[in-house]
Protein backbone atom coordinates (compact mmCIF):
# COMPACT_ATOMS: atom_id res chain seq x y z
CA UNK A 1 0.00 0.00 0.00
CA UNK A 2 1.20 3.47 -0.54
CA UNK A 3 1.74 5.99 1.38
CA UNK A 4 3.07 9.55 1.50
CA UNK A 5 4.12 11.87 4.31
CA UNK A 6 4.29 15.31 3.70
CA UNK A 7 6.48 18.01 5.31
CA UNK A 8 7.49 21.23 5.20
CA UNK A 9 4.79 23.26 5.10
CA UNK A 10 5.38 26.89 7.19
CA UNK A 11 4.35 30.81 7.52
CA UNK A 12 6.33 32.89 5.30
CA UNK A 13 5.98 36.47 4.17
CA UNK A 14 5.65 37.15 0.37
CA UNK A 15 8.19 36.85 -1.61
CA UNK A 16 9.82 34.10 0.70
CA UNK A 17 10.78 30.65 -0.12
CA UNK A 18 9.67 26.87 1.22
CA UNK A 19 10.26 23.75 0.13
CA UNK A 20 8.22 20.86 0.81
CA UNK A 21 8.98 17.10 0.95
CA UNK A 22 6.78 14.19 0.10
CA UNK A 23 8.43 10.91 1.72
CA UNK A 24 7.02 8.09 -0.26
CA UNK A 25 6.70 4.01 0.73
CA UNK A 26 4.87 0.78 -0.31
CA UNK A 27 5.44 1.68 -4.39
CA UNK A 28 6.07 -1.49 -5.97
CA UNK A 29 5.08 0.00 -10.11
CA UNK A 30 8.28 0.46 -12.10
CA UNK A 31 5.79 3.22 -13.81
CA UNK A 32 4.57 6.09 -12.02
CA UNK A 33 3.53 9.48 -11.75
CA UNK A 34 3.77 11.74 -8.45
CA UNK A 35 2.60 15.31 -8.36
CA UNK A 36 1.42 17.89 -5.80
CA UNK A 37 -1.70 19.88 -5.86
CA UNK A 38 -2.91 22.50 -3.52
CA UNK A 39 -6.41 23.18 -1.98
CA UNK A 40 -7.26 27.26 -1.07
CA UNK A 41 -9.01 28.39 2.18
CA UNK A 42 -12.90 28.56 0.93
CA UNK A 43 -12.15 26.55 -2.62
CA UNK A 44 -13.88 23.37 -2.65
CA UNK A 45 -11.00 22.03 -5.42
CA UNK A 46 -7.74 21.05 -5.09
CA UNK A 47 -5.57 22.49 -8.18
CA UNK A 48 -2.80 20.80 -9.77
CA UNK A 49 0.65 22.36 -9.67
CA UNK A 50 3.47 20.00 -10.96
CA UNK A 51 3.96 16.12 -11.72
CA UNK A 52 7.07 13.90 -12.13
CA UNK A 53 7.22 10.76 -14.32
CA UNK A 54 9.29 7.97 -13.92
CA UNK A 55 10.58 8.57 -17.17
CA UNK A 56 12.00 12.11 -15.92
CA UNK A 57 9.18 14.15 -17.46
CA UNK A 58 8.02 16.93 -15.54
CA UNK A 59 4.99 19.22 -16.19
CA UNK A 60 3.59 22.51 -14.31
CA UNK A 61 0.38 24.60 -14.37
CA UNK A 62 1.14 27.85 -15.91
CA UNK A 63 0.27 29.89 -12.44
CA UNK A 64 3.59 28.26 -10.80
CA UNK A 65 5.97 27.78 -13.87
CA UNK A 66 8.74 30.12 -13.09
CA UNK A 67 8.68 29.85 -9.42
CA UNK A 68 8.01 26.18 -8.22
CA UNK A 69 10.37 23.37 -8.94
CA UNK A 70 9.52 19.55 -8.53
CA UNK A 71 12.19 17.21 -8.29
CA UNK A 72 12.92 13.75 -6.73
CA UNK A 73 15.54 11.59 -4.86
CA UNK A 74 15.07 8.33 -5.44
CA UNK A 75 17.61 7.05 -3.01
CA UNK A 76 15.52 8.93 -0.17
CA UNK A 77 12.04 7.97 -1.64
CA UNK A 78 10.93 11.56 -1.40
CA UNK A 79 9.90 14.25 -4.11
CA UNK A 80 9.96 17.69 -3.21
CA UNK A 81 8.62 21.38 -3.95
CA UNK A 82 10.67 23.89 -4.14
CA UNK A 83 8.27 27.08 -4.15
CA UNK A 84 9.99 30.57 -4.50
CA UNK A 85 8.53 34.36 -4.64
CA UNK A 86 5.60 33.03 -2.77
CA UNK A 87 2.29 35.19 -2.94
CA UNK A 88 -0.33 35.55 -0.29
CA UNK A 89 -2.42 33.90 -3.20
CA UNK A 90 -0.05 30.49 -2.53
CA UNK A 91 -1.95 30.33 0.78
CA UNK A 92 -3.63 26.35 0.46
CA UNK A 93 -3.01 22.61 2.15
CA UNK A 94 -0.44 21.43 -0.11
CA UNK A 95 -0.79 17.87 -1.18
CA UNK A 96 1.92 14.96 -2.65
CA UNK A 97 -0.13 12.57 -4.94
CA UNK A 98 1.00 9.88 -6.91
CA UNK A 99 -0.15 7.12 -9.38
CA UNK A 100 0.42 5.05 -12.39
CA UNK A 101 2.39 6.85 -15.29
CA UNK A 102 -0.08 9.27 -16.72
CA UNK A 103 -2.27 9.29 -13.51
CA UNK A 104 -0.27 11.43 -10.70
CA UNK A 105 -3.35 11.60 -8.12
CA UNK A 106 -4.76 8.43 -6.90
CA UNK A 107 -3.08 8.56 -3.54
CA UNK A 108 -3.18 11.35 -1.66
CA UNK A 109 -0.95 12.15 1.46
CA UNK A 110 -2.55 14.17 4.47
CA UNK A 111 -1.55 17.74 3.18
CA UNK A 112 0.53 20.28 5.18
CA UNK A 113 -0.09 24.33 5.40
CA UNK A 114 1.78 26.76 3.65
CA UNK A 115 0.77 30.62 4.77
CA UNK A 116 1.90 33.17 2.85
CA UNK A 117 1.66 36.83 4.51
CA UNK A 118 2.01 40.40 2.75
Known amino acids: QVQLVESGGGSVQSGGSLKLSCEFSGYTSSSWCMGWFRQAPGKAEREGLATIESDGSISYADYVKGRFTISQDNAKNTVYLQMNNLKPSDTATYYC???????????WGQGTQVTVSS
Open 97 to 107: TSGDAGICNTV
